[in-house]
């Protein structure tokens, strides 16, 4: 076949999946979700989740918990059933076709760098306690950003040496660092219970329950829970991935759920009540924890907090940078980008240029930022919109090439659609100021598209096949600029939220269709 030819399976399998190495079991696969999970996202999505809704953060936390199970299941099905390095990039690539596999691609590239620069940033504002010159008001410094980048470099240069290496260090990383957060539960609430502060500040909902459903986007909630894709990510290294990439995914996502929704509690009990005087959005703690703990005068708890607040991001970052450069690979194996960055190296079974290529581009990310909440503002918008053409992916597998799919999940007919339109809200509900800047990214990578391709493929056919990416991404913005999360109202509640269902829904059913008759080529 030609290299020109457009329909799946004319072209040789790219990349260079025979030199990855299945070496991850269960316990290190748990390792990984967990690893990926408890990293900065404990140290302040309480604090910004209380800052953006109040109490009913918590209400946040558990609707953002279920929401992400649903689409684990998606995730779980295809990752068993069709395990690939990347396969969040793949999927959509080989059931949609190119330009999917380009929009995902490009998401994925802008996700990976942002969460390595957020996790840089993290550790780097709780460290300014020791290493002061670092954060100074409210942003980090040029100090701070290049402590941030030599970090990067050190847990790439950690992740260069081979996934067995990777997974005996993050398993010892993760069981270390799982202690941290429990202890400051405990400390916390022995020192200062004030159930009062429900009502304090406003009431249990402050800002309105809006503020809740954004909240599980702009505040970190997803991006705190958003690591359990790790193992899935790394599916085609794991010993037997039918078997253990479902247990470790859910019992990562459960315990950790649950872990949160107990600190985020724990944060709203434990904060003084005179500090509440100007509401939850008039805290302005910079190290949630550690300065929380020192209020409180627990100042041997503030040097755990602080200690940890290095150890669980770099821990986490260290999954990141794992996980991340099989993205990177995947997307290159969709040729969104220069083959070069599809080699895995023979002798140690690691996409060595993939993992540079995403250093570089973190950094880019980092240096111009102010810190964390700067950076997963759209990291959360950009998870959730790959994971609604995951969810796409799966339907279509299922409705013309089931042999890709596990069968271990059940009711994936209707599994996949709701994780479509759950991950669909989430998307909308990040809000305005964030989708405004994330999905004109998005458009303009299928500019990029049309551009590269040109000559290469039947456009003309491409583009139709993925006619339903370009309407999704459209109504996604329409919808937000005049619904009532940060847009004009013109689209008053709950009718803006409905639209988006009925959109989304219909949406599902169009990107079936295409990939269907792409797969039938």
């Not at 703990?293 to 986490?316: E, H, I, K, Q």
């Not at 194996?333 to 993992?355: C, D, H, I, T, Y």
């Not at 759209?378 to 790959?386: E, P, Q, T």
Request: net charge positive; proline share 5%; charged share 10%.
């Amino acid at each position: 076949m030609t290299a020109t030819a457009t329909g799946p399976g004319t072209r040789p399998k790219p990349g260079q999946d025979g030199n990855l190495r299945r070496e991850l079991g269960f316990w290190s696969l748990t390792g990984v979700a967990f690893g990926g999970i408890i990293g900065s996202g404990w140290l302040f999505a309480s604090f910004a989740g209380a800052q953006a809704a109040g109490p009913a953060a918590v209400i946040s936390w558990v609707i953002g918990g279920a929401s992400l199970t649903l689409i684990a299941l998606v995730l779980i099905e295809l990752g068993a059933g069709t395990p690939e390095a990347g396969g969040m990039v793949r999927w959509p690539r080989l059931a949609n076709g190119p330009l999917a596999g380009t929009l995902i691609g490009w998401t994925m590239l802008l996700a990976v760098a942002s969460t390595m620069a957020a996790q840089a940033s993290a550790i780097v504002q709780y460290a300014n306690r020791y290493l002061p010159g670092m954060y100074e008001g409210d942003a980090l410094t040029v100090k701070g950003r290049l402590a941030g980048a030599s970090l990067l470099l050190l847990l790439v240069i950690l992740n260069w040496f081979g996934v067995k290496l990777f997974a005996r260090l993050n398993l010892l990383v993760t069981v270390v660092k799982i202690c941290v957060p429990l202890l400051t539960v405990v400390a916390l609430l022995v020192s200062s219970f004030h159930p009062g502060n429900v009502s304090a500040g406003g009431g249990f909902a402050p800002y309105g329950w809006s503020a809740a459903l954004t909240a599980i986007a702009s505040a970190g909630i997803v991006y705190a829970i958003d690591g359990f894709a790790s193992p899935i990510e790394l599916s085609a290294e794991a010993k037997n991935p039918r078997r253990d990439i479902p247990r470790a995914v859910l019992t990562a996502i459960g315990l950790s759920v649950l872990l949160h929704i107990v600190l985020q509690l724990t944060f709203i009990f434990a904060v003084p009540p005179d500090a509440l005087g100007s509401g939850w959005r008039g805290l302005t703690f910079a190290s949630p924890f550690g300065e929380l703990a020192l209020l409180l005068n627990l100042s041997w708890l503030a040097a755990v907090v602080y200690a940890d607040a290095v150890f669980s991001p770099g821990g986490s970052t260290y999954v990141t940078v794992a996980a991340g450069s099989r993205e990177t690979y995947a997307v290159a194996k969709n040729e969104a980008l220069p083959r070069r960055f599809a080699v895995v190296s023979q002798r140690v079974g690691v996409p060595r240029n993939a993992m540079a290529l995403n250093y570089v581009l973190s950094v880019v990310v980092l240096l111009p930022s102010s810190g964390w909440r700067d950076i997963i503002t759209v990291v959360g918008a950009l998870a959730l919109l790959s994971y609604s053409l995951c969810s796409v992916a799966a339907g279509t597998f299922r409705a013309a090439a089931p042999e890709r799919l596990a069968g271990w999940v059940r009711g994936l007919g209707w599994i996949a659609p709701a994780g479509f339109v759950v991950a669909s809200e989430l998307v909308y509900w990040s809000a305005w100021e964030n989708l405004r800047i994330a999905l004109p990214e998005l458009l303009a990578a299928v500019v990029l598209f049309a551009v590269l391709r040109r000559h290469r493929l039947n456009l003309g056919a491409e583009l139709r096949t993925g006619a339903w990416l370009l309407g999704y991404l459209a109504w996604l913005l329409l919808l937000s600029a005049f619904g009532s999360f940060g847009g004009t109202g013109l689209i008053p509640a709950p009718w803006d939220t409905v639209a988006v269902a009925l959109c989304a829904l219909s949406t599902y059913r169009w990107g079936v269709r295409s990939g269907a008759a792409y797969l039938r080529r």
